[in-house]
């Protein structure tokens, strides 16, 4: 009987050490993955075969020396990076635009050219924690990164003119930054926001991934990785909710998510969008995959920025 017992408890302590070891891999695959976008010179590259305008419009910046690189130190004390661009005429029309995950500021010019070539406006493009020149040694996934976007606004602010009109715009995990930041307490300067396909929360994503990506449940890894994450990082997945966030805004904003998202799904923009008070606006993308609803209709897409970033803010 005592052999049972034991071989019990054995297989219990075994089991329970399993699901603590795997929990642990996920969140460091999830939250410190190797490719991490800390490459500049080959996401300089990757931008330029993908966007072939880029590399005559980033040459005059750089000749001009119009390309100037700021720093900051972040809510936890990281050294964080940022580029700016003054607009090409004096204004404070101003855009703070929030790259995803596994990306940094330089995969984010496409919509640095949107807003500082095609609108006209000074941009500020942040690397967020862990990722291009900033340090750090996680993603935040937006939640302790609307922290610091919000410090960047600031900066921003102070940098174009210290009475400036600004436009936060983020894609994939910056959609979800920039909603994130969209709920808390907003700067006279703040007129307006624009997320591209964000996610509702980090709990939601990393459950579809889980499944999607390695036919896994949520129970009981999602809630052991969970309770790691508020261990190791003080943050856990389920309040780091855009939901929630733009519940609590009252600012306009546009939502953009193409109908073929299948890495954040195309249901998510639904919730967040309903659960956002009015003014708001939705384009849901025809034919778009996750990410690249810009690139699959960039005029109209400069288009539809342009109508809404109109309304609140004057060039």
Partial sequence: MKKIVYTLIAVVVLAIAGIFGISLYMLDYSLKPENRGKDIDSSYLFMFERYPYLESWVDSLEQGKFLKDTFMTGHDGTRLHA?????????????????????????MFMIGHLYNKE??????LPDLH???????????MGWNDRLDVLDWMDVANSIFGDSTQMVVHGISMGAATTMMVSGEEQKPFVRCFVEDCGYTSVWDEFA???KGRFGLPEFPLLHVANWLCRVKYGWDFKEASAEKQVAKCNYPMLFIHGDKDDFVPTWMVYDVYDSKPMP???WVVPGS?????????????????????????ER
């Fill in 83 to 107: 580029y700016y661009i003054y607009a090409p005429d004096t204004t404070d029309a101003t855009a703070v635009i929030v790259h995803g995950y596994t990306d940094n500021a330089v995969r």
């Fill in 119 to 124: 609108l006209g406006y000074n941009v500020l």
């Fill in 130 to 140: 862990y990722s291009g020149l900033s340090g750090g040694d996680h993603f935040q």
């Fill in 208 to 210: 579809h991934e889980l």
């Fill in 280 to 282: 708001k606006e939705l």
């Fill in 289 to 313: 995959e996750h990410a690249l609803s810009y690139m699959d209709n960039i005029d109209a897409y400069v288009e539809r920025v342009r109508t809404f970033t109109d309304k609140y803010i």
